[in-house]
């Protein structure tokens, strides 16, 4: 069996099963219990804040643990309607993750301002400049790295220019951390991550606070979280997620040129397998681990379908998207048509994927491509 579907979400890595065992098995107390046990948890609530802020390059203080990368994206966007000065605009990238565009919508309503993107996925620089220099936009929301296509926005260029600018700057890092090295990510003012992405377990992640953001509440009760999200802390998860993070970044992101040079073998030979399939993003720096593809012909659910019979498990776009969605709001953004949209899987491997999983993919690919027939050749026979 091979998982092609690593964006979505990730096993668990070695590392961090062992942390979180070790935590619910001797830390499994209330950290803001004021007895003895309850205060060495917190302490070590505590340390695993220190271990984080150094991987992303900020200081401890601006780490905030969440339940994931949705809940930070609805609190950050929460946050930014209740402290922008009245009148001021947030420009929004049109292919942030639903989670950030819906919270967008939804809390900063008239106030977006729709970022474009080129063909590749490339956000619109020049638009956004024009935009910061006409001292309207108080915050600008561009993501690392794309879930549907990999493709890595220039979020280093996008921080500094929003710093020159007096504006925010909101970058949501779940498909760039545990891929890529974190080290800079803290020079944006707001970050989220969720840490099944990276190896870690499911219903954690965490929100790097802006300097000074004392009144950003993710949640509201308890003063957990030094007043910044309410609710029993989930420490096991937490020092699961950054024993995670801290594998991640000191074995495996070095693996990356090796593992880059394995996707663009893939590219090159499904290219010869299927005539007429196209790579979406071709054009950009994309991760290493994730390849979109508009095949030739068929729905790509089809190919899903018989892909997984095969023993692989790919998708057809973002982790959410259902049969009911519509076509990819990402790939619209990049100027494909509804039909090329639901022409669409993604690959997405993992660390453990290996370079024969790629070569096997190409062969199933070229098998399922025979099966599923395009219309007109169905019909003739
Ligand atoms: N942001 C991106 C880029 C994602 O890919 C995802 C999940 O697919 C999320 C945010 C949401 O993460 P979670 O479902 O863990 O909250």
Redesign the pocket.
Known sequence: MSYFDH??TTPLAPAAREAWLHAQDDAWQNPSGLYGIGARVKVRLEAAREQLAPLLGCAAARVVFT???????NAVCAHLARTLLPGTLVAVNRT??P??LEAAKFFLGERVVWLEVDGNGVIATGQLEKLLASKGVGAVVV?A???ETGLLQPWRELARLCRRHHAAFFC?A??WLGKLPAAGLGEADWV?G?A??FGGP?GV?FVLAAEGAQDFHAQHGGGQEHGHRAGTENFPGVASMVAALIEAETKKVLLETERLHWRETFERAVSTALPGVRMVGAGAERLWNTVSLILPHGENTRWVARLDKRGFQVSTG???ATAKDGPSHVLAAMGCSPEEARRMIRASAGWETTEMDWTKLVQALAEVSVEVKPAEAVIKI
């Open positions: 964006n979505a339940s994931g990368a949705t809940e930070g994206a942030e993750h989670c950030v993501m790295a794309n879930n949501d779940s498909q989220i969720s099944h992405k499911k992640g973002s982790a959410c």
